[in-house]
Each structure stands twice: as C-alpha cells, then as structure tokens.
C-alpha cells in the first residue's frame, strides 16, 4: 500500500467509524460474563484456581460490576439510568434460577442418555444455550440494546443454537442434542416442550416491513418436536400435547393432541449376484 493509497482507506476508515450509532461491549467480555454467571450459580465444573476464593456475596457483587462496565459503552442508548437496570436485573436472577433448575430437571428426566442433573448442567449444549437465553431475555425486556443479542449469539458459537433473545419460552424447556435449532425472535413456546436437532421455528417471508408484527410459530404445552421438522408462520399454532415427527414441514396449525408425520418412500433393491 502506498502513502497515498494508506492516508485515504485512513481516512475512509475514520469517517465510517463516526457513523456507528451503538458502541458496544467487547465479545470476550460478554462470553466470559454469562460463563462466570453460570459458574456462579452452578458450581459443578471448576477451573484450577487462580486466586484465592471469594464468599457468594463478593461474588456476586463482582458480577455486578462487570456488567455495569458492559454496559458503560451503551449509556447513550438506555432509556433508563444504569443502576435502575443493574437493580432489575439482579433482582430477577433468582426466578431465572428456579426455572433453570426446572430445565435442568426436563432434560435430565426425560434423556435416557443423562446420568445426572450436574452433567446436564455442566455438559449438555441444550442446557446452555436455554440458561444464556433466560438471562439475554432478561436483558432485552430490560431495555438493554445489543448485549441480549450477543449472549445468545456467543452461546450459538459454542452450541449451535440460535435462540432469538426476544423469543418467549415456559418452563421445563428441553433441547436434545440441539445442533442446527433455530427458535426466531417472535416465537412462543409454553411449558414442558422438547424440540430435537436441527428444529427450525421460523418465518415464511423475510421482509423488514415485517418486523413489528409476529412471524414466528407458536407452540403450546407438553409438545414434542423431532429432529429436522420445519415449523413457520406467525399464525401457525401447534397445539398442546401434540407430536411433530422428523423432517415435517408445517406452515398451518394442527389441533391438540396431533400427531403429524413426514412420509418418504425408501426402496432397498438387491444387487444380483450373478455374472453376466
């Protein structure tokens, strides 16, 4: 690059930058606050110590302060004062907590696979993805621009997950395995629901005229979505204690207690054994 050539991208690269209306808190230090968050409240998996250890108490006062300096390159666009939304927050972690225990417990009862409510909680994909969730829900319903997004999407780096921090979701929500589910922005999932891998929940049409109104599915209590099934339409509504099987794609509502299954035709053909 020449002088000349690096004095313009300079340039360029400096008028671009004053443009930006958010600055944001880095993605390290938002991986690493839900990661100490969740260690906090579940310390079954520990790393070598480092320093010496601190009460609850210190702890979570810790945590407190650095979300407070996350959300120092935000103050331009809070509606609200810094240490009204830090009070929010920290008040509404114990639910948050009580209905993580309940998650805990759908997964570790109904995965034949599971040996114990502390692998699931320090090992299961599911599990983590649906804790980052809870609490980037509660960040957005707080007012807080951005940083939801960016829990969730670090949590979708480390499971592949993509749970939309704006998404509404019950209790004792089970995701096995998990890897390719997507549940998009305006979605509504009532209590006791398990979904499998590769789970979409989405809209039929992508379109920003859309973005107020609600273009994900809603599905009611105590369903079971199995693995690959595609699931669209804001007014598509699956109801409760019903069965979605593998690879169905569905872009209307089915009543209660259906069972809804994709059909393909598999021919095995044998091979002949004879010379020609």
């Not at 009204?84 to 109904?110: C, Q, V, W």
């Not at 998009?184 to 009532?190: K, L, P, Q």
């Not at 973005?211 to 804001?234: C, M, Q, W």
Request: glycine share 8%; charged share 20%.
């Amino acid at each position: 690059m020449t002088a000349n050539h690096q004095e313009q991208f300079l340039k360029r690269l400096s008028g671009q930058n004053k443009k930006y209306r958010y600055h944001l808190p880095s993605r390290q230090d938002a991986g690493k606050f839900i990661q100490n968050l969740l260690n906090f409240l579940f310390p079954i998996s520990k790393d070598c110590p480092s320093c010496p250890s601190k009460d609850l108490a210190m702890k979570l006062g810790d945590l407190r302060n650095d979300l407070g300096c996350m959300l120092e390159p935000l103050l331009p666009q809070l509606e609200k004062d810094k240490e009204d939304i830090l009070d929010e927050i920290f008040s509404g972690i114990p639910e948050i907590y009580e209905k993580l225990l309940l998650d805990a417990r759908s997964i570790t009862d109904n995965d034949p696979a599971s040996v114990s409510i502390e692998e699931v909680i320090s090992v299961y994909p599911g599990f983590m993805a649906i804790a980052t969730y809870r609490f980037a829900h509660l960040f957005a319903q707080s007012g807080i621009p951005l940083l939801p997004r960016m829990l969730t999407e670090f949590a979708h780096s480390q499971t592949g997950i993509d749970i939309h921090p704006n998404a509404i979701i019950g209790h004792s929500f089970f995701i096995d395995h998990g890897t390719g589910v997507v549940i998009g922005e305006t979605t509504h999932i009532g209590n006791n629901v398990k979904l499998y891998q590769g789970v979409t929940l989405g809209a039929t049409h992508v379109s920003k005229s859309l973005a107020s109104r609600k273009r994900h599915p809603t599905i009611e209590d105590n369903v079971v979505v199995y693995a690959n099934a595609t699931i669209l339409g804001g007014e598509t509504v699956i109801g409760h204690d019903s069965i979605i099987g593998g690879n169905a794609w569905l872009v209307r509502s089915v009543p209660p207690y259906s069972q809804v299954y994709h059909q393909s035709k598999i021919e095995i053909r044998q091979h002949s054994t004879t010379a020609d």
